[in-house]
């Protein structure tokens, strides 16, 4: 068994929610600020589209992008001899963009169902956006966005097609637990690839475990 599948997952896994982390909640932020009700329909509908959009067709527009001979990826090429395309950087980018709806629907979501009220108070007692977002928002929203976290990591760990797409299945470089499971499928081990799918298995078992034990843990603590 090839144990670099497992660290190249969980490493580009690691990777993707820190951004995912903070961008999805900042995205998030900013689009419920939106007063304008079409223009924030439609930062929604760009924010959440790699959601609903088939894996490899996002994959086709990154590769379209960070392509070697594309003007991005020529771009960081040139200038800081970075190769973005067919290397780990693009299976942390592939898990990044397919994984930040989640992050930022789960946010956004969270904001949602803080009680408009508080806001408002915290305005009225002179507290700046800022202060209101970070003393009263984030806190009382941070269920919904540590759930969206775990759930945002589990689904960069499992991402194939755009990874496929942009980043290859390079033994020992790019390929991840998901590509591995093809690939041993695709030269007819069977066996193999069922300790790949296990491992999987038991670390999205984890996940969803995770991710209820945060929501029982503040319910009961709003109980208290």
Same mark, same amino acid.
């Given at each position: 068994?090839?144990?670099?599948?497992?660290?190249?997952?969980?490493?580009?896994?690691?990777?993707?929610?820190?951004?995912?982390?903070?961008?999805?909640?900042?995205?998030?932020?900013?689009?419920?600020?939106?007063?304008?009700?079409?223009?924030?329909?439609?930062?929604?509908?760009?924010?959440?589209?790699?959601? %609903?959009?088939?894996?490899?067709?996002?994959?086709?527009?990154?590769?379209?992008?960070?392509? %070697?001979?594309?003007?991005?990826?020529?771009?960081?090429?040139?200038?800081?001899? %970075?190769?973005?395309?067919?290397?780990?950087?693009?299976?942390?980018?592939?898990?990044?963009?397919?994984?930040?709806?989640?992050?930022?629907?789960?946010?956004?979501?969270?904001?949602?169902?803080?009680?408009?009220?508080?806001?408002?108070?915290?305005?009225?007692?002179?507290?700046?956006?800022?202060? %209101?977002?970070?003393?009263?928002?984030?806190?009382?929203?941070?269920?919904?966005?540590?759930?969206?976290?775990?759930?945002?990591?589990?689904?960069?760990?499992?991402?194939?097609?755009?990874?496929?797409?942009?980043?290859?299945?390079?033994?020992?470089?790019?390929?991840?637990?998901?590509?591995?499971?093809?690939?041993?499928?695709?030269?007819?081990?069977?066996?193999?690839?069922?300790?790949?799918?296990?491992?999987?298995?038991?670390?999205?078992?984890?996940?969803?475990?995770?991710?209820?034990?945060?929501?029982?843990?503040?319910?009961?603590?709003?109980?208290?």
């Amino acid at each position: 068994m090839d144990w670099s599948a497992v660290l190249i997952s969980l490493k580009t896994a690691s990777a993707a929610i820190v951004i995912t982390f903070f961008t999805g909640i900042a995205a998030a932020w900013l689009v419920e600020s939106i007063r304008n009700e079409k223009l924030k329909m439609i930062c929604d509908g760009i924010l959440t589209l790699p959601l %609903v959009l088939p894996p490899t067709v996002a994959g086709f527009f990154l590769l379209y992008i960070f392509g %070697v001979k594309r003007p991005v990826g020529q771009f960081f090429l040139d200038y800081f001899g %970075v190769k973005i395309a067919f290397s780990w950087s693009a299976t942390v980018l592939a898990a990044t963009v397919i994984s930040f709806p989640l992050m930022y629907r789960s946010a956004r979501g969270a904001f949602e169902q803080v009680d408009k009220n508080l806001l408002y108070a915290g305005r009225t007692l002179g507290m700046s956006e800022w202060s %209101v977002f970070w003393k009263i928002l984030f806190p009382n929203a941070l269920s919904g966005i540590l759930s969206g976290g775990i759930l945002a990591f589990a689904r960069g760990l499992g991402e194939f097609g755009a990874t496929a797409m942009i980043a290859g299945n390079i033994q020992e470089k790019t390929r991840t637990l998901p590509l591995a499971v093809y690939s041993e499928v695709s030269a007819g081990n069977m066996e193999g690839a069922f300790v790949y799918v296990a491992i999987l298995v038991l670390i999205s078992f984890l996940v969803v475990t995770g991710m209820n034990y945060v929501t029982w843990a503040f319910q009961k603590f709003n109980r208290r």
